[in-house]
């Protein structure tokens, strides 16, 4: 006995709605199995770098408020949980090779305590020499006054204490990571210090 045109369509669309329906449940599980929650990632490698317990940064305005950035801009703070002056920024800074690139900058008590690669694509040997502990040394230790107006980028031996020396050869990720520094710089001191530039 041969079944109707109707029953045919239903049987299909049938199959097809368990077929949907198998696939979605699969693909939820597989979600749940390798789901990486971003900002618990990015607040483990803050607090790795830092090297203790971080929050988020937290102020009535925000993080990002009334503060503009010249070829840099700030992704996020944390502050230390053990209180104290201590910041971790996530920044970033244009002008690299390929786009922009990503920093992890430490400010404790109005100085730059230390500098990390967050994520970058610079040329392997040249361009990633700009993100090396070496090349960031430069920018450590630099007390962020009210007057300090972010650091220079020349090319040679530098003559004054806020100029940082490019590196032969990778003078686009030299700016990139002047730039991220820079943004690190302008957000501590209108943020934390209130100074309006």
Same mark, same amino acid.
């Given at each position: 006995?041969?079944?109707?045109?109707?029953?045919?369509?239903?049987?299909?669309?049938?199959?097809?709605?368990?077929?949907?329906?198998?696939?979605?449940?699969? *693909?939820?599980?597989?979600?749940?199995?390798?789901?990486?929650?971003?900002?618990?990632? *990015?607040?483990?490698?803050?607090?790795?770098?830092?090297?203790?317990?971080?929050?988020?940064?937290?102020?009535?305005?925000?993080?990002?408020?009334?503060?503009?950035?010249?070829?840099?801009?700030?992704?996020?703070?944390?502050?230390?949980?053990?209180?104290?002056?201590?910041?971790? *920024?996530?920044?970033?800074?244009?002008?690299?090779?390929?786009?922009? *690139?990503?920093?992890?900058?430490?400010?404790?008590?109005?100085?730059?305590?230390?500098?990390?690669?967050?994520?970058?694509?610079?040329?392997?040997?040249?361009?990633?020499?700009?993100?090396?502990?070496?090349?960031?040394?430069?920018?450590?230790?630099?007390?962020?006054?009210?007057?300090?107006?972010?650091?220079?980028?020349?090319?040679?031996?530098?003559?004054?204490?806020?100029?940082?020396?490019?590196?032969?050869?990778?003078?686009?990720?030299?700016?990139?990571?002047?730039?991220?520094?820079?943004?690190?710089?302008?957000?501590?001191?209108?943020?934390?210090?209130?100074?309006?530039?």
């Amino acid at each position: 006995m041969r079944k109707s045109l109707g029953y045919e369509i239903f049987m299909t669309a049938l199959v097809l709605v368990v077929i949907a329906g198998v696939a979605g449940a699969l *693909l939820g599980f597989v979600n749940s199995v390798t789901y990486v929650d971003e900002s618990k990632l *990015l607040t483990e490698k803050a607090e790795s770098f830092f090297g203790g317990k971080l929050d988020p940064y937290s102020s009535p305005e925000g993080f990002m408020a009334e503060t503009t950035y010249d070829h840099g801009d700030v992704i996020d703070v944390f502050q230390s949980q053990k209180g104290g002056e201590s910041y971790v *920024l996530i920044v970033e800074g244009e002008g690299a090779y390929k786009g922009t *690139l990503r920093l992890l900058v430490c400010i404790t008590n109005g100085r730059i305590e230390k500098i990390a690669k967050y994520e970058a694509n610079e040329t392997p040997g040249l361009g990633s020499k700009a993100l090396e502990e070496s090349y960031f040394k430069q920018y450590c230790g630099k007390v962020i006054t009210p007057d300090f107006k972010g650091f220079a980028l020349v090319k040679g031996e530098t003559h004054a204490p806020d100029e940082v020396s490019a590196v032969s050869g990778a003078s686009k990720s030299s700016t990139a990571v002047t730039n991220a520094v820079n943004a690190a710089v302008k957000w501590y001191q209108s943020r934390i210090k209130g100074v309006a530039r």
